[in-house]
């Protein structure tokens, strides 16, 4: 099972910038399906984001054109850049595994998962 690590998560005001980081070990991240899922008090996990192994990027409504996903191979590292970034967004982000195709599911299918960062933004 892959190790995952998140960082970065903080404190803003609406329409300031955060990046996640992910930092994956046991496995090379590149060959997985790797994803950004987030969870809000009293709200279900709900997916964010993915990239495939193959380079394939996805993203929910929400964030389209405010959220970068990326990842540094060489690193075996997953990134998130959040900008523009509004108290809808405030959660706990997690970073997810899966050897397999990806999908935007509840998350079940993701094998492994990191032990969240917390991003809260202020109005």
């Known amino acids: 099972q892959m190790q995952l690590v998140e960082s970065g998560g903080g404190s803003v005001q609406a329409g300031g910038s955060l990046r996640l980081s992910c930092a994956a070990s046991g496995y090379i991240a590149s060959r997985f399906c790797m994803a950004w899922f987030r969870q809000a008090p009293g709200k279900q996990r709900e997916w964010v984001s993915y990239?495939?192994?193959?380079?394939?990027?996805n993203y929910r409504d929400s964030v389209k054109g405010r959220f970068t996903i990326s990842r540094d191979n060489a690193k075996n590292t997953l990134y998130l850049q959040m900008n523009s970034l509004k108290p809808e967004d405030t959660a706990m982000y997690y970073c997810?595994?899966?050897?397999?195709?990806?999908?935007?599911?509840?998350?079940?299918?993701?094998?492994?998962w990191g032990q969240g960062t917390q991003v809260t933004v202020s109005s």
């Open positions: 997810a595994a899966r050897d397999g195709v990806c999908n935007t599911g509840s998350g079940s299918a993701y094998t492994s």
């Open positions: 990239i495939t192994s193959f380079g394939a990027i």
